[in-house]
């Protein structure tokens, strides 16, 4: 058996990281409204964004980092995922961005960071690190009385009971309730994964890791992946070595999820890896750069890797989202410090300044019937793959049908916007009908000849149950689908000194594809 190109089976039923490059959603909102930033006395301005699938949280980590660049305003981010296993990684994944500077270094927090978000093995410390944080989030879940003293900018009050159970499920297992190797045994599953994936492809799996790489990834932009990183971590599972690579054998437990499987004509849940293993971790902080050198080609070779690239974007973010805890005017320029000592330090942006709200899952079709939610969001952004398995055409028949479901919607392209292939930006005018941007939110699933149909919902939580690790008879797998739409700017939107150029004056969102 060999699965067929373009079915979009490599990137599997549950995503763990992003396949697009990390936004600044500021610079993709509407602006501060004039009159509310002439009245912070009494008002602090407030940007509400609604983010469906944005699965690993490197959107909002940088612009948390890149808030100092803007009109303070507060960050009301609202977090919309399939699965419970996605919420669990956010909120550990900015439990370690938010950690004290004493308590962990900037180093190792951000290589504790790319190997649990990234690897499918961990160093023996890092799997230490998960299991202490994810025993300390289990019991924090169920009391939200010592969640809000210790973690202020999660709320988790959208979530139903019999959700936060399963989350609490979901910290316990990563917290080693399950003890020892075979409760799940990453590299079988791995490995079995990938047999299911290639089929009678697999003795020549080199060779197929190279053809996609070239032909495909490096074809769309990502140049920078370099062919022994992408060997290493289709064969493995370990994107980033930072370390001796016999240093990497404790499995990654917050890749696991549960799905219903096949077995003597029944269908049983099971846990095991149903994620991505055809493009990688490398695209959402490794292809792209603030630092053009790190960029800079030699005889037509990128001098960097995209593991190398991942590895000072992430140790910069981690840098600016802990300048918080100083002053700012020491953040910047020494004879501006020293001009302004006379008026003392503007004190930076504390973490209480943003809060990240976990929705319901499967809450998409109903938000907006809620009252609660019409007219809040002013920024919307839904998911959708980067896929390696995708063919140009496919690629571009999606992008198509994303574009005639904006303009249903009310949405339309923002003028002298500049063509992007990972992005699709749109944005609804003030005087549409009722200013209604979360419209945006209904979704309609494209015809099978332009993307394969979506997954049914094969991520079930782990309410508790001590599943199987070992696979069961796999059905056919088919890509996660969805599009990132954020809502962007209208009026003159005027970041501080130094920060990134707005859009143009506009109310938009924006499809990642």
């Not at 799997?127 to 973690?151: G, I, K």
């Amino acid at each position: 058996m060999t699965t067929p190109a373009g079915s979009g089976a490599g990137f599997g039923s549950v995503s763990w990281w992003g396949l697009s490059p990390a936004l600044d959603l500021q610079a993709e909102s509407p602006p501060v409204d004039t009159d509310l930033r002439n009245d912070t006395e009494h008002r602090t301005p407030e940007l509400d964004v609604l983010l469906l699938g944005s699965v690993d949280g490197r959107h909002l980590l940088r612009t948390l980092a890149r808030a100092a660049l803007w009109p303070r305003r507060g960050l009301h981010f609202y977090v919309l995922e399939n699965n419970l296993e996605a919420v669990a990684r956010h909120m550990l994944i900015f439990s370690l961005a938010l950690e004290e500077p004493e308590t962990m270094g900037l180093q190792e927090r951000s290589e504790t960071f790319l190997e649990l978000w990234g690897n499918a093995l961990l160093r023996p410390q890092v799997a230490a690190f998960v299991r202490a944080q994810a025993n300390r989030l289990a019991h924090l879940v169920l009391e939200p009385d010592r969640l809000a003293e210790q973690l202020p900018w999660f709320s988790l009050g959208a979530l139903k009971f019999r959700e936060r159970d399963a989350l609490e499920a979901v910290f316990r297992f990563w917290a080693g309730g399950e003890k020892g190797p075979e409760a799940f045994p990453m590299c079988r599953l791995w490995d079995s994964r990938l047999r299911h994936y290639l089929g009678s492809r697999y003795d020549a799996r080199r060779g197929v890791s190279d053809w996609d790489l070239h032909m495909k990834l490096h074809d769309r932009g990502a140049r920078v992946i370099h062919i022994h990183e992408f060997r290493r971590w289709r064969d493995t599972g370990v994107a980033f070595e930072l370390r001796d690579s016999s240093a990497y054998h404790m499995p990654n437990r917050t890749l696991a999820s549960g799905r219903l499987l096949s077995h003597h004509g029944e269908r049983v849940a099971a846990r095991g890896y149903w994620g991505d293993i055809a493009t990688g971790p490398f695209v959402a902080f490794g292809i792209e750069a603030d630092d053009d050198s790190l960029l800079r080609t030699s005889n037509g070779q990128p001098v960097k890797t995209a593991g190398e690239i991942t590895q000072h974007n992430v140790t910069e973010l981690f840098r600016e989202v802990a300048a918080w805890g100083r002053p700012r005017n020491t953040q910047g320029n020494p004879e501006q410090v020293h001009q302004d000592k006379d008026r003392g330090p503007e004190p930076a942006p504390a973490p209480e300044f943003f809060t990240v709200h976990f929705l319901p899952l499967g809450s998409a079709q109903t938000l907006h019937h809620k009252s609660c939610y019409k007219e809040r969001f002013q920024l919307l952004y839904v998911a959708c793959g980067y896929l390696v398995d995708l063919r140009q055409e496919q690629l571009q028949g999606f992008a198509t049908r994303v574009g005639e479901l904006a303009r249903a919607a009310g949405f339309t392209p923002p003028p002298q916007a500049q063509a992007s292939e990972t992005f699709a930006r749109f944005y609804k005018a003030r005087d549409s009908a009722c200013h209604r941007t979360y419209a945006a939110v209904d979704s309609v699933t494209p015809p099978p000849d332009v993307l394969v149909p979506p997954l049914e919902d094969q991520s079930q939580p782990l309410e508790g149950r001590t599943l199987p690790s070992e696979p069961l008879q796999l059905p056919p797998e088919s890509p996660a689908s969805g599009s990132e739409v954020p809502a962007a700017p209208t009026e003159n939107q005027s970041p501080k000194p130094g920060s990134p150029t707005p859009l143009p004056d506009t109310q938009s969102p924006i499809s990642d594809l």
